[in-house]
């Protein structure tokens, strides 16, 4: 079976989960025109490469399959992940990756936009944020699950909400709360309980921890050098002696000679002898290794009313040679036995999340949507992680692990006419004769069955299993 029979059993899987016959057509075309070459992914431009004879009929019929179309996106993303989970190898474990992105934008009527944290800029700027989860293994990860973080002023804005299509269901949250809900949904659906990994914009956050122990779960997340904890071998006092009235005392105590530390204030303290060199993988030109330290320390809490004295838990502390101070800081409820060197390995799998992102915004158009509402904003990001999907796929069956430029389909490239312009272009511009290294997209329908629905879980009989391992 060749790659473009392999695309086709792909979406004809995928394709079952849309509801209509008549949305098949835009599911294909839509995903090719994802992963073929080209500098823009939004939907004018794909229509363009994937059918250049007619180019202004394809774009209707994609910007209708995107923008308005009534299909899931939360289950093509569930039938993504049935498809490509089973060829990752959880052998050495898998995780749960944490994180959001953000896609700058100019004005304010795009879903979402608002003046905040912009990742890819470095600085508050105009954009849109998306909080993922994404399932990795040492050797693959792929995005089951991602939501647009709605700010506090469009989810009060009941003339922006409807002009967006935002649904009645969906409102205010953090993004915190928008991961922890995407998570417990994974869970409750039968997924496995693997080691949660996050960065200190969620890991910071000690009500998230708290609820990631009440899940059972494990974790390593990154916290900044603000976050206090109670130094090894030093606790707090217990809490004053119940005199009989009122509810009784649970809050431990400080005293002047018995106060926690800032986990900047305690790496600091340390001597050189505590860290070590570690190295956590192979790198692109050279192995990755840095100095750490490993403390086992337990977190300060608030000084509100309901605090609590915290179990120990691991405190990771990254600090490289010559620098003037520790680089990162993580904290973890991985057992006392945990080695250094898995703790080192397990905090920087975030790198795999990273590696989406960076795929899947450079070769598959993950921030190109030009439209303006929900249901499109989800429906694009949930196809460009369907062609990422396929790509994953593609690569784990050929026992590869490098990057995805290799691993398109290739296909024969298609002329545009000679008068062909972009819709838009001003009197005069140029015409595009050609689409350089554009594939055709092939209209042959496979012959072969369409995979079984494979759940992906744990065997279990929970409905609409997720994923396995």
Not at 200 to 222: P, Q, T
Not at 419 to 448: F, K, M, V
Request: hydrophobic share 35%; charged share 25%; glycine share 10%.
């Amino acid at each position: 079976m060749d790659a473009s029979e392999r695309f086709e059993r792909y979406m004809d899987h995928l394709a079952a989960g849309l509801g209509h016959e008549d949305r098949h057509a835009g599911l294909r075309g839509y995903c090719t025109g994802l992963m073929l070459p080209g500098a823009r992914k939004s939907v004018e431009p794909m229509a363009a490469r994937v059918d250049p004879g007619h180019a202004s009929a394809k774009h209707q019929s994609l910007h209708h399959f995107v923008a308005k179309a009534d299909w899931s996106d939360v289950e093509m993303l569930r039938r993504v992940s049935q498809y490509v989970v089973p060829k990752m190898d959880f052998a050495s474990g898998g995780f749960w990756i944490i994180d959001d992105t953000a896609f700058p934008k100019k004005g304010k009527h795009s879903v979402g936009v608002a003046r905040q944290y912009c990742g890819v800029l470095g600085k508050q700027d105009n954009c849109q944020v998306a909080v993922s989860i994404s399932l990795a293994t040492e050797e693959a990860s792929l995005p089951v699950a991602y939501r647009l973080y709605l700010p506090k002023d469009w989810a009060g804005d009941r003339a922006r909400r409807a002009s967006a299509g935002v649904p009645e269901e969906i409102k205010f949250a953090t993004k915190t709360e928008i991961a922890l809900e995407q998570l417990e949904k994974l869970l409750a659906e039968g997924a496995p309980a693997h080691c949660v990994l996050a960065d200190a914009g969620y890991g910071v956050d000690g009500s998230f921890r708290s609820r990631l122990d009440e899940l059972g779960l494990s974790y390593v997340v990154g916290i900044t050098s603000a976050v206090v904890v109670w130094p090894p071998g030093v606790a707090p006092l217990p809490p004053k002696r119940y005199g009989g009235q009122g509810r009784p005392p649970v809050m431990p105590r400080r005293t002047r000679t018995r106060e926690p530390q800032s986990v900047k204030a305690l790496a600091e303290g340390l001597p050189a002898s505590a860290f070590q060199s570690i190295t956590w993988r192979e790198g692109t030109n050279a192995p990755l290794s840095g100095r750490f330290a490993a403390l086992r320390v337990r977190h300060a809490g608030g000084n509100a009313g309901r605090a609590r004295l915290q179990p120990e838990q691991w405190l990771l502390i990254e600090w490289p040679l010559g620098d003037a101070e520790p680089l990162k800081y993580f904290m973890s409820n991985l057992p006392a036995q945990t080695t250094i060197t898995e703790l080192v390995e397990k905090a920087h799998m975030r790198w795999r999340i990273e590696r989406d992102y960076q795929d899947l915004k450079q070769e598959l158009g993950l921030g190109h949507y030009e439209g303006r509402g929900w249901r499109g904003f989800h429906h694009h990001a949930s196809l460009s992680i369907a062609a990422y999907g396929f790509l994953v796929y593609e690569r784990l069956a050929a026992g590869r692990s490098s990057g995805l430029k290799n691993n398109f389909i290739e296909r024969q490239v298609p002329t545009l006419p000679e008068n062909s312009l972009p819709r838009g272009s001003p009197p005069g511009a140029a015409s595009r004769s050609r689409l350089a290294g554009d594939a055709a997209p092939s209209t042959q329908r496979s012959t072969h069955p369409a995979p079984r629905s494979l759940s992906t879980l744990r065997p279990s009989k929970r409905r609409k299993a997720l994923m396995t391992q």
